[in-house]
């Protein structure tokens, strides 16, 4: 290589290092954060026009030879109070490495403006003990309520038991003084029927009516308090056969309305038997019951979801307004007049419960008169 051309290539990198020097300078003094080299004595050697303001001082130059006064360590953060931009106090966050200077060890200090960073993660906290404040507070309320509704349910539980075993216990005291007026009023309709004139033969049906029906009413009441109270364990039972029990009870109802009913294929799940029997009698003989002129065409159907298994019967019987879906499953409710159809009202309430004994609910769908009626209970999967 001739002396023309080495002259020409050391000129050319000499053009590059002080375009490198000016671009680094640029980037150095124009940088928001503040820059510092101290020498291994502590004594600062260079600081950027950043670190002036953070640090308070009207030229840079104040800084070159004096003392950072500050203990310096590699690879911590220290905090140190700044004065901002807008010539507020601040919070500064400094970061110490070593480098070289003019070849030499030294440390290269970073100073950044943490103030708002800090402020933001003050406020944090700050809401963070609010919140867990809250959290503790709202925590004990529901702890207490907790205790209470547990005591009320507990009471609750309690007072129904008593009301239970009251229902129970009068029902079964009333039923011997009504054999009693049961029987003498047939003795007085076998000894003095047509004695004593029509209208005395009308009064003496009438008492006996009244008197058998409120034996019914008894025998239901019996049997509705017993739901809870004397309620069989909860076994693995195979529905299909539960099914055919409830139709074998219900066979002279069936051949009298010449009634069609189908059932698909039912599961085998944890229940009382007995109870699950008097169920589906109910309903099956309610849409019995409720029917139109046509013969009754009833389904039982079932499905599993999620954690219930949903049962149907569905009929193609009078149907029910809506309004009255609720009301329906009353005690003693009857939407038809005793003259209309037999019964003393309490055959769906006794199916409420079987269902609420068992951890599942009962419902009614139908699209209003004569458009035949669903009724729909779940029972949980779960074992019991």
């Known amino acids: 290589m001739s002396f023309k051309s080495k002259v020409h ?169 009504l054999r009693m007026i049961n029987m003498y009023l047939g003795l007085l309709s076998s000894e003095y029927q047509g004695k004593w004139g029509k209208q005395a033969d009308e009064f003496i049906g009438y008492a006996k009516e009244g008197a058998q029906r409120c034996q019914r009413l008894i025998k239901e009441l019996l049997g509705y308090a017993r739901i809870s109270t004397r309620g069989g364990t909860f076994k693995s039972s195979n529905l299909n056969i539960v099914f055919e029990k409830a139709l074998l009870n219900l066979r002279l109802a069936i051949q009298e309305s010449g009634a069609q009913i189908t059932a698909q294929m039912l599961p085998t799940i944890s229940v009382d038997a007995v109870q699950m029997t008097q169920l589906l009698q109910n309903l099956i003989q309610n849409s019995i019951k409720y029917r139109k002129k046509a013969k009754p065409v009833i389904q039982v159907s079932a499905k599993e979801d999620h954690e219930n298994w949903i049962f149907c019967i569905k009929d193609n019987g009078m149907g029910i307004e809506p309004e009255f879906k609720d009301k329906i499953f009353g005690i003693f409710q009857r939407l038809q007049t005793r003259n209309a159809t037999e019964g003393t009202g309490i055959g769906l309430a006794y199916c409420k419960k079987i269902v609420e004994r068992h951890g599942g609910r009962i419902w009614m769908e139908s699209d209003g008169a004569d458009k035949g009626t669903k009724f729909y209970f779940t029972i949980p999967t779960l074992k019991h």
């Open 9 to 177: 290539e050391t000129a050319e990198t000499a053009g590059r290092l002080k375009e490198f020097k000016s671009n680094f300078n640029s980037i150095v003094n124009n940088n928001k954060e503040g820059i510092l080299v101290v020498d291994m004595k502590g004594i600062i050697r260079f600081a950027n026009p950043a670190m002036k303001i953070l640090l308070n001082r009207k030229d840079q130059k104040d800084l070159h030879g004096r003392m950072f006064g500050h203990p310096l360590t590699t690879g911590n953060k220290v905090e140190l109070e700044i004065i901002r931009r807008n010539q507020r106090p601040g919070i500064g966050e400094m970061h110490v490495e070593m480098t070289l200077w003019k070849g030499k060890s030294a440390y290269l200090i970073m100073l950044f403006d943490v103030t708002e960073r800090k402020a933001s993660e003050l406020a944090l906290r700050e809401a963070n003990k609010t919140l867990e404040s809250r959290v503790e507070e709202r925590t004990k309320e529901i702890q207490l309520y907790s205790k209470v509704l547990e005591k009320s349910n507990a009471s609750l539980a309690a007072s129904n038991r008593e009301l239970e075993e009251f229902a129970y216990v009068a029902a079964h005291d009333l039923q011997e003084p």
